[in-house]
C-alpha cells in the first residue's frame, strides 16, 4: 500500500497546515531549563487533573487482562459503559464504550494523542445502527503504557466527537536500551457454547545509534464466536429467530516507530502500522429476520466465516521541541480504512442482512495536521498558554450501499458513494495561576466544517484547593460533534416498507441524506469535591449534559412522491436526517480509594445516572444501568505474588418507550434487566526478573444474559453476557 498523490486532497488547505507543523528549526537554541512550564504545566496538563479523568496503568492491565477488547477494563472506570451502537438494540453485542450515557458515537478513540476514525467506514442505519466494534482493539493489551479516560468538559478540546468523552491510548514507547517482551494469553469458557480466546504479542525497542531508536510490536488474536444456536428459543418475538450470539474476531497488527533525537530539544517520529479485524459471522443481522428463505440460506452458508474484514494502515510523522521560549508538538497523520464485506439490504427488513455472496469494499481516508505551542509567561499570572491549529479531511468511497430502488423514484439520483468532508479548527487555552492553589484554564476552540459551517467551542476549568486535603473543581465547556458522512449525503437513501416510518399511514417511505444538518452540541458541566490525604482518596463529581441538535431520522415527512417499489407504483413519505431540539444527560460519579493495610488497598466507584433521554419524546440516548458500582481488592502477598478481587454491580437498564412508528410498546418489549453482579478473582507471579504468570476467573458465580432481539420486541435483552471463564497468561521480558 503506497500513500496517494497529495494531488488527491485540496493542496492549498494542506500545504497551509504542513508549514505550520514543520518545526521551528531557525529557532533551536541551547536548552533551557523551563521552571514555569514544570511547575504549572499545560491547560491540557492540567485537565488531566479534572474529577472527570481516569488513568489506567500497564499493571492494571497486567493484573486484569482482558479477552480481547480494552473496552473491557475501560468500562470499569467511572461514567463509562458498554452498549449497543444505539437504542434500538440492533446488532446488540458489538458493545462499545459509552461514556456518560452519550453513546459511543460521541466517545473519541485516540492513539498516541491521534484520532482513530476507522468505525466510520461502516454503513450508518436508520436508528443510529452500525456493525462494527468500534476503534477499542487496534493495540494489543500488552503494548499499552496507559490509557486516559476523560470525560465531560476534559474533552471538549479534542473537537468532534468528543461530547461523551475520549480515550487516549498511549503504547509504549522507543527505548534508550534494547528490551523485548512476549505474552502468551488464552482463556476457557466453562460453557462450550461460548467463544474462547488465545492471543500472542510480542514488543521491541532499543537504540540503532546515538541519536536512533526503535520500536515494534505485533499481536496475533483470535476470539472464537459464539455457537450459531446459543440463543435459541429466547427470542422474544417468532419473527426474530434469528437472534445471533457474539461474533468471533480475528486480529493480526503490526505497528513500528523510528524516533530520532534531532538534538537535545527535539524529536522526530516516524510511524508506520498496519492492522487487520476479520469477523466469524454468528448469523447475526439489523433486524433479526430469517424468515424469508434465500435470505436465510444465504445466511447458514457463512456461519463460522469471516463476512467482513477491515484493514486498517496508518502513517504519521511527528515532532516534538523543547525551546527557549516553550515547547511544540506538530504532526501530520494519514490513516486508511478499508471495510471489505458482504453485500447488505438497505430497505425494509432485510435492512443490514447479507443478501448474497458478493463482496463489496467501504474505502475511508482521513488526513490529520496538528500544530500547537505551549509559551510559559509572567503577565500578573504565572501561566502558560497553548495556541494551535488542526486541519482534517475525510474521504470516503462506498462501493457497498448502493439501494438500486432509489435510482428512478424521482426524488433523489443514485447512491453517490463518493463523499469529502473538510474541518479546520484554531484553538487556544491557557493555565492560569491565579494564586497558589487556585488553577483557572478557560480555552476557545473554533471549527469550520465543510457541510455544517463555522462553531465556537468555548470552556472554563477551575480548580481551587480549600485546605490541605479538600479541593473543589468545576467546569463547563461547549463540546459539539459534525454530523457523519452518510447523515450529510442527500443521495444515501434508506428504504422502509413501513415498519420504520414514524407516524405514516401509507406502506412505506424513504430516509435519504441531509447536507444542511447542523453540528450536534452539548454544554457539558461538572462539579465536584476531592479528598487526598496520603494513600486516601475520595470524590464525587456531579455532571450534566444539555444536548442541542442531536441527529435522529425524521420524524416528519419532507415530501410524498410516486416510486416504483418491487414493480408497483406507491405514495410513499421522504423523511430526511433532522435536529431533534433538545437533550439531556445527567448524574453523579464518585471514587473511593483507601489502604486496608500495608499489603492490602480498596477501590471503589460508582456512576449514578439521574436522566439519559430525548427532552422530546423521553426515549433514552443509550440503554445503561442506573448505578454501576465497581470494586477492587488489591493484595501483594508477597514480593512476586499478587492477588485481586473485582466486583462489578450494574443497576437496572429501561428500554424505550415506542417503537418506530410511534407506538406505545407493551409486553416484553418493556422489560427491564434487574440489577445483576459479576465477580472476578486472578493473580500474579513474578517467577523471576524475567518471566511471570497470571491466572483467574471472570464471571465466577457464572451470571448469564442471553439476546433476546431488538428493543421493540425484547426490551433491555438485547446483549449476550458470558459466564463464568477461566483465563491464563505468561509473559517474558528481556
Not at 80 to 86: D, E, H, M
Request: with cysteine.
Amino acid at each position: 500500500m503506497h500513500l496517494p498523490p497529495l494531488n488527491q486532497f485540496s493542496i492549498r488547505p494542506l500545504s497551509l497546515a504542513v508549514l505550520l507543523a514543520l518545526p521551528p528549526l531557525s529557532l533551536a537554541a541551547e536548552p533551557v531549563e523551563l521552571q514555569a512550564t514544570e511547575v504549572l504545566g499545560t491547560a491540557q496538563e492540567e485537565l488531566r487533573q479534572a474529577l472527570g479523568v481516569s488513568l489506567i496503568t500497564a499493571e492494571d492491565i497486567r493484573k486484569a487482562p482482558p479477552a480481547n477488547d480494552i473496552a473491557e477494563i475501560i468500562r470499569k472506570q467511572p461514567g463509562v459503559n458498554l452498549t449497543g451502537n444505539s437504542g434500538s438494540g440492533a446488532r446488540g453485542n458489538n458493545r462499545q464504550i459509552d461514556i456518560r450515557g452519550m453513546g459511543p458515537e460521541n466517545t473519541l478513540i485516540l492513539i498516541d494523542g491521534k484520532p482513530v476514525n476507522s468505525r466510520n467506514a461502516v454503513r450508518y442505519g436508520w436508528r443510529g445502527d452500525r456493525d462494527t466494534r468500534g476503534d477499542s482493539n487496534w493495540v494489543p493489551a500488552e503494548q499499552i503504557e496507559r490509557i486516559e479516560v476523560l470525560r465531560g468538559p476534559a474533552a471538549a478540546r479534542y473537537g468532534s466527537g468528543a461530547a461523551g468523552g475520549v480515550v487516549n491510548i498511549i503504547t509504549k514507547k522507543a527505548g534508550i536500551e534494547h528490551q523485548g517482551n512476549l505474552s502468551l494469553y488464552a482463556n476457557m469458557p466453562q460453557h462450550s457454547e461460548e467463544g474462547a480466546t488465545r492471543r500472542f504479542s510480542f514488543g521491541l525497542s532499543g537504540p540503532l545509534s546515538e541519536t536512533l531508536s526503535y520500536r515494534v510490536y505485533g499481536n496475533l488474536n483470535k476470539t472464537d464466536s459464539d455457537d450459531e444456536d446459543i440463543n435459541e428459543g429466547r427470542a422474544a418475538s417468532p419473527d426474530s429467530s434469528a437472534v445471533a450470539g457474539r461474533e468471533g474476531v480475528r486480529n493480526r497488527d503490526i505497528d513500528a516507530t523510528l524516533s530520532w533525537r534531532m538534538d537535545e530539544s527535539q524529536t522526530l517520529d516516524l510511524q508506520a502500522g498496519f492492522s487487520r479485524q476479520g469477523n466469524i459471522y454468528t448469523g447475526d443481522s439489523m433486524n433479526n429476520l430469517s424468515s424469508s428463505a434465500p435470505i436465510n440460506a444465504i445466511r447458514s452458508n457463512w456461519i463460522g466465516r469471516e463476512t467482513n474484514r477491515m484493514l486498517r494502515n496508518t502513517y504519521a510523522i511527528t515532532h516534538h521541541g523543547d525551546w527557549d521560549f516553550g515547547t511544540t508538538l506538530n504532526y501530520l497523520q494519514y490513516e486508511r480504512t478499508r471495510n471489505n464485506r458482504l453485500k447488505e439490504g438497505l430497505a425494509g427488513g432485510p435492512e443490514g442482512a447479507i443478501n448474497g455472496n458478493e463482496f463489496g469494499t467501504i474505502e475511508l481516508e482521513n488526513l490529520t495536521a496538528h500544530s500547537e505551542v505551549s509559551l510559559p509567561l509572567s503577565a500578573g499570572f504565572e501561566q502558560v498558554l497553548t495556541l494551535g491549529a488542526e486541519w482534517n479531511e475525510q474521504r470516503m468511497d462506498d462501493g457497498v450501499s448502493d439501494l438500486a430502488v432509489v435510482q428512478n423514484i424521482g426524488y433523489t439520483d443514485a447512491f453517490k458513494g463518493e463523499t469529502t468532508m473538510r474541518t479546520a479548527s484554531l484553538f487556544v487555552e491557557d493555565n492560569i495561576e491565579l494564586r497558589p492553589g487556585t488553577i483557572l484554564t478557560p480555552g476557545l476552540r473554533f471549527d469550520h466544517n465543510s457541510f455544517s459551517g463555522s462553531n465556537w467551542s468555548p470552556a472554563l476549568n477551575l480548580s481551587h484547593r480549600l485546605d490541605e486535603n479538600f479541593s473543589l473543581k468545576a467546569g463547563i465547556a461547549r463540546a459539539y460533534k459534525v454530523p457523519n458522512l452518510y447523515q450529510s449525503n442527500p443521495s444515501y437513501a434508506l428504504y422502509s416498507n413501513g415498519i420504520g416510518c414514524w407516524g405514516t399511514v401509507g406502506v412505506g417511505c424513504f430516509l435519504v441524506g441531509n447536507d444542511s444538518l447542523k453540528a450536534e452540541t452539548s454544554v457539558n458541566k461538572e462539579l465536584g469535591l476531592e479528598f487526598e490525604s496520603g494513600e486516601y482518596q475520595a470524590s464525587l463529581t456531579w455532571f450534566r449534559n444539555d444536548y442541542h441538535d442531536k441527529v435522529e431520522a425524521g420524524r416528519t415527512p419532507v415530501a410524498n412522491i410516486t416510486a416504483n417499489i418491487m414493480g408497483n407504483n406507491r405514495q410513499v413519505d421522504v423523511f430526511q436526517w433532522s435536529n431533534v431540539p433538545r437533550a439531556v444527560v445527567e448524574g453523579f460519579e464518585g471514587n473511593l480509594k483507601m489502604p486496608l493495610a500495608e499489603r492490602l488497598s480498596w477501590n471503589t466507584n460508582f456512576t449514578w445516572m439521574l436522566q439519559s433521554k430525548n427532552k422530546e419524546t423521553g426515549e433514552p440516548l443509550s440503554i445503561i444501568p442506573e448505578f454501576t458500582v465497581n470494586s477492587t481488592l488489591d493484595w501483594q502477598v508477597s514480593d512476586p505474588l499478587s492477588l485481586q478481587a473485582t466486583v462489578t454491580w450494574y443497576g437496572r437498564q429501561t428500554p424505550g418507550k415506542y417503537d418506530y412508528k410511534g407506538n406505545v410498546l407493551e409486553g416484553d418489549a418493556r422489560r427491564e434487566i434487574s440489577p445483576y453482579a459479576l465477580v472476578g478473582i486472578g493473580g500474579n507471579y513474578q517467577i523471576d526478573k524475567n518471566w511471570s504468570v497470571g491466572a483467574g476467573i471472570s464471571n465466577l458465580f457464572d451470571k448469564r444474559l442471553y439476546r433476546e432481539g431488538n428493543a421493540r420486541e425484547a426490551g433491555a435483552y438485547t446483549y449476550n453476557e458470558p459466564g463464568r471463564t477461566f483465563y491464563a497468561s505468561l509473559s517474558t521480558s528481556f
